[in-house]
């Protein structure tokens, strides 16, 4: 793998729960527990899991919009979880995000000319209005939309032109790294089938490297190369694609995988079915977190923290079932493989 444009090392985001509002301190919720992973430049990293994982706070943590508790954030080389915020601006320019909601993410008050001029003013990109007026044609172009759009307000196009906005005001600003929070969840099935297209295609003309968070193993799995998966504030599986969707090394990852909608006529995976909710993250489970869910849990889950372990080359998995013989391990093996025969 080449140079990590961004590096995440044991992040750790507890927010305290206060009595009151000017109570003190009485517990807090443990959203992001420990978390390290790395993206390459010109990479893109997925990262799933059910609502309330932690997952978007991980990337919040990473655009600085709150401190962290602990841990480092590495922006191509540079550390910046503890650069004063006065330092920070060159390296927000860097990375950029688009949210879910492109309704609330755009200004109804300006028109797309000025949506995208914007941050090329903000971060003093362009040298002369002619430069400046070149690049936002350019941004309209890149996201294919018609250039005279330009003069339209935000509440004249439908959700995926607005998201397609969004997608080139980040561009805008000419970033390393762009964050896409949930960037599709809110669009009908056959656009949010053109914005992956779209991401995917923008992600290889540019060379962007992205983090792309998201519920649905479903929609990563079209533009994703790696998969990391979170369970109650921590990664319990990272894999490339391939890997993870053929031979899922951790028991949450197969349930997940289970739900996703096979292609092939005939093929189907087995549904299973979690029992249980989510624990809460203000008190997780002691042992392994999804013990209280696992189909396979046996005594020592209830008790020893399983720690994130390669299982084969770039393949890791936090479960004890990988130190079990192999015979004793259901998930040794290419289970699946057959019904992804596709990939
Ligand atoms: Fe299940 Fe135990 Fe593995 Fe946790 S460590 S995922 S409870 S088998």
């Known amino acids: 793998m080449s140079t990590p444009i961004l590096e995440v090392n044991d992040l750790k985001k507890h927010f305290p729960i206060r009595a009151g509002f000017f109570g003190g301190t009485t517990g807090y919720v443990y959203a992001v527990d420990g978390v390290s992973f790395s993206i390459a430049k010109g990479e893109t990293l997925s990262l799933v899991g059910e609502s309330g994982c932690g997952k978007s706070t991980v990337g919040k943590a990473i655009l600085r919009l709150f401190d962290i508790t602990a841990g480092q954030v590495v922006l191509d080389g540079q550390r910046i979880d503890d650069m004063p915020y006065g330092t920070l601006r060159p390296m927000r320019r860097r990375m950029q995000v688009v949210f879910q909601d492109p309704f609330s993410s755009l200004n109804p008050r300006m028109r797309v000319r000025d949506l995208l001029a914007e941050p090329i003013r903000n971060f003093g990109l362009a040298k002369d209005s002619a430069d400046l007026e070149r690049r936002v044609g350019d941004l309209?172009?890149?996201?294919?939309?018609?250039?005279?759009?330009?003069?339209?307000?935000?509440?004249?196009?439908?959700?995926?032109?607005?998201?397609?906005?969004?997608?080139?005001?980040?561009?805008?600003?000419?970033?390393?790294?762009?964050?896409?929070?949930?960037?599709?969840?809110?669009?009908?099935?056959?656009?949010?089938?053109?914005?992956?297209?779209?991401?995917?295609?923008?992600?290889?003309?540019?060379?962007?490297?992205?983090?792309?968070?998201?519920?649905?193993?479903?929609?990563?799995?079209?533009?994703?190369?790696?998969?990391?998966?979170?369970?109650?504030?921590?990664?319990?599986?990272?894999?490339?694609?391939?890997?993870?969707?053929?031979?899922?090394?951790h028991p949450y990852t197969e349930a997940l995988l289970s739900a996703v909608p096979v292609p092939e006529p005939g093929a189907a995976r087995e549904r299973i079915i979690l029992k249980g909710d989510v624990p809460s993250p203000i008190k997780p489970p002691k042992g392994c977190r999804f013990h209280t869910r696992c189909p396979y849990a046996f005594d020592r889950c209830r008790q020893d923290e399983p720690q994130l372990r390669q299982t084969e080359d770039g393949h890791f998995a936090a479960c004890h079932l990988h130190d079990l013989p192999a015979a004793d391990n259901p998930l040794a093996g290419a289970r699946g493989a057959a019904v992804i025969a596709h990939h």
């Open 140 to 249: 309209m172009d890149r996201v294919r939309l018609p250039r005279d759009a330009v003069n339209r307000w935000p509440h004249e196009f439908s959700g995926g032109q607005r998201q397609r906005i969004c997608i080139a005001r980040a561009l805008a600003a000419e970033p390393d790294l762009i964050i896409c929070d949930e960037a599709v969840s809110a669009l009908d099935v056959s656009v949010k089938a053109q914005i992956v297209n779209l991401l995917q295609d923008l992600q290889k003309e540019l060379g962007l490297a992205m983090l792309f968070i998201s519920h649905d193993l479903a929609i990563v799995e079209h533009m994703t190369h790696r998969v990391a998966v979170m369970y109650l504030g921590k990664i319990v599986e990272v894999a490339p694609k391939r890997q993870l969707f053929a031979a899922p090394k």
